[in-house]
C-alpha cells in the first residue's frame, strides 16, 4: 500500500475485500449519501497505522469521532463509502497551556494510533521558547525504543515533526544531564514500554524530584498503581536521589507488557476501564520523606515527615523516610491518602532557607485541599491519567479543571476524536 492507506466500505450488509489494508465492511448504508472519510489502522501495510481506529469526517470536514476498534462503532453505520488517508496531524504549541506536556502526550499517541504530527510554537509563551534540552532526550529515549523518526532534537527548535515507527524492547540507558526530570521523561517513556512487544528495561539518569514536576515518590504511589492493570509488571526503582543543581539521580524502569502496538485496540476490550466513580473509604496516610546524607544533623527527613503527619492529623500513617547519597543537597516530601477505590497525592520540595516544618506543612496543606474537593483523583493525577481514559474508557473527577487538564483534552481530541469528554470537573472515555 505505501504510505497511504485507503478502505472503501459500500454499505449493505456483506461488503467485503481481502486485499491488504482494505476494510471488510458491514453496516446499514447511509441515507443521505454521505461521504464518510476516515483512517482505518486496520493492518501495518496500511501505514497510518496498526489496529482499526476510525477517525471520521463528514463531507464539510468536521471530526465525527473515533475511538479504538473495540469500543469503535462499525465503520459501515458512519456512511455507505469511506476512503482513509494517512495525514500530518498539525499541533500549535502555543494553545492552552503551551507547555512540553503537549509534546509528551502528541508522542504517545502518534506511536499507538500510527499517525505522524507537527508540533510548531513549542512552548511560544515561555521566558525560553523552544524545546528545552530534557524534551530532546525524550525524543531521543523514543528513538531507542522504536524505529520512529524526528527531523530535529536541537534546544530551542519552535518546530519539530515526528514519525511514529514499531516500538521494540530491550535494555535501554539514558542520561538527560544535570538535574533534568526523570518523572516528565517517564510520561512518554512508561506509556510505550507498555505497549512494546516485548518487555523492557530501561535506567534515566537526571533530577528525580526538582522544581517543575512530581516528585519520583508521586510516581511510585500515586500513578503507578492506576497503570497495573494495563501491563503484566510496573516496576519504578529509585537507585539515587538527584536534587538540583547536580542532577545525578538514577532510576529503573521495568516492564513485561500485555499489550503492544498492533494488539491494544483489540485486547484493550479485555482491559478494565479507569473508571473512578467514588473514593471508597479512608484506609491510611502514607508519607514518603528523603533529604539528603550531609542533612542527616539536622534530621531534615523526620521533621518533613513529622510536620506534615501533624497538620494532616490522620492515623494509620506509613511513614518511610531516610537520609540518602546525593550529587547536591536537597530534599522532598511526598503525602499520599489512601482509599479503597483511589489515591490522592501531593508533595513539596526543600529549598536553602525553608525549614523543614514549613515543607512538611506545604505537602499536608496542598493534600487537604485535595481530599476537601471530594473529586476521585487530585489535579496533577488527572491530566496523566487522560490518556488511558481516552484508550480504554472509564473516568473520574478531578477539583477543578486546570490548564495541563484541557489543554492535555485538546491534544488527545486530534488523535482519537471523539474518545475523551471533558465536562466540567469530570472526564469520561
Not at 468536521?62 to 476512503?83: C, E, L, W
Not at 503537549?102 to 523552544?130: C, D, H, K, Y
Not at 528523603?290 to 506534615?308: D, G, I, T
Request: hydrophobic fraction near 40%; proline fraction near 6%; glycine fraction near 14%.
Amino acid at each position: 500500500m505505501g504510505d497511504t492507506g485507503i478502505a472503501v466500505c459500500v454499505g449493505g450488509s456483506g461488503a467485503r475485500s481481502n486485499l491488504p489494508g482494505f476494510a471488510h465492511c458491514v453496516g446499514r448504508p447511509g441515507a443521505d449519501g454521505l461521504l464518510a472519510l476516515y483512517t482505518l489502522r486496520a493492518a501495518w501495510s496500511v501505514g497510518c497505522g496498526r489496529r482499526a481506529l476510525a477517525v471520521c469526517k463528514d463531507e464539510s470536514g468536521r471530526s465525527t469521532g473515533a475511538t479504538p476498534a473495540s469500543r469503535a462503532p462499525h465503520p459501515g453505520a458512519i456512511g455507505d463509502t469511506g476512503v482513509g488517508i494517512c495525514t500530518m496531524i498539525e499541533l500549535d504549541g502555543s494553545h492552552g497551556e503551551g507547555g512540553g506536556q503537549m509534546l509528551r502526550t502528541a508522542l504517545v499517541l502518534s506511536l499507538l494510533t500510527g499517525q505522524p504530527f507537527r508540533i510548531e510554537n513549542i512552548r511560544r509563551g515561555r521566558p525560553q521558547p523552544g524545546l528545552k534540552p530534557q524534551h530532546a532526550h525524550i525524543l531521543k529515549g523514543l528513538l531507542m525504543m522504536s524505529d520512529s523518526s524526528v527531523d530535529t532534537m536541537e534546544p530551542g527548535a519552535l518546530a519539530v515533526t515526528f514519525q511514529p515507527g514499531q516500538l521494540r524492547g530491550g535494555a535501554f540507558q539514558l542520561d538527560v544531564g544535570t538535574a533534568g526530570a526523570i518523572p516528565l521523561l517517564l510520561q512518554t517513556v512508561l506509556p510505550a514500554a507498555l505497549f512494546a512487544p516485548a518487555p523492557v528495561t530501561f535506567t534515566i539518569t537526571g533530577g528525580t524530584d526538582v522544581r517543575g514536576a512530581m516528585s519520583m515518590d508521586f510516581w511510585r504511589l500515586v500513578l503507578l498503581p492506576f497503570l497495573q492493570p494495563y501491563a503484566g509488571t510496573i516496576e519504578l526503582t529509585v537507585e539515587r536521589r538527584g536534587f538540583y543543581p547536580k542532577g545525578g539521580g538514577r532510576v529503573l524502569l521495568r516492564t513485561a507488557p500485555v499489550m503492544d502496538q498492533t494488539t491494544w485496540a483489540t485486547r484493550g476490550s479485555t482491559a478494565p476501564a479507569l473508571t473512578i466513580p467514588a473514593r471508597g473509604e479512608f484506609r491510611q496516610l502514607q508519607i514518603a520523606s528523603y533529604a539528603s546524607r550531609e542533612l542527616r544533623e539536622r534530621q531534615v527527613a523526620s521533621r518533613q515527615a513529622s510536620a506534615c503527619q501533624n497538620r494532616l492529623g490522620l492515623r494509620p500513617a506509613a511513614v518511610d523516610m531516610a537520609h540518602v547519597e546525593t550529587f547536591s543537597p536537597g530534599s522532598v516530601i511526598t503525602a499520599v491518602a489512601e482509599y479503597e477505590q483511589t489515591r490522592l497525592g501531593a508533595d513539596a520540595l526543600g529549598e536553602r532557607g525553608k525549614p523543614s516544618e514549613r515543607v512538611g506543612r506545604d505537602a499536608a496543606d496542598k493534600l487537604k485541599q485535595e481530599m476537601e474537593a471530594g473529586a476521585t483523583v487530585d489535579i496533577h493525577t488527572a491530566d496523566n491519567l487522560m490518556i488511558w481514559v481516552a484508550l480504554f474508557g472509564g473516568g473520574y473527577t478531578f477539583a477543578e479543571p486546570t490548564g495541563h487538564i484541557t489543554t492535555n483534552a485538546w491534544v488527545i481530541e486530534h488523535f482519537l476524536p471523539g474518545a475523551l469528554r471533558l465536562a466540567g470537573n469530570a472526564v469520561a472515555g
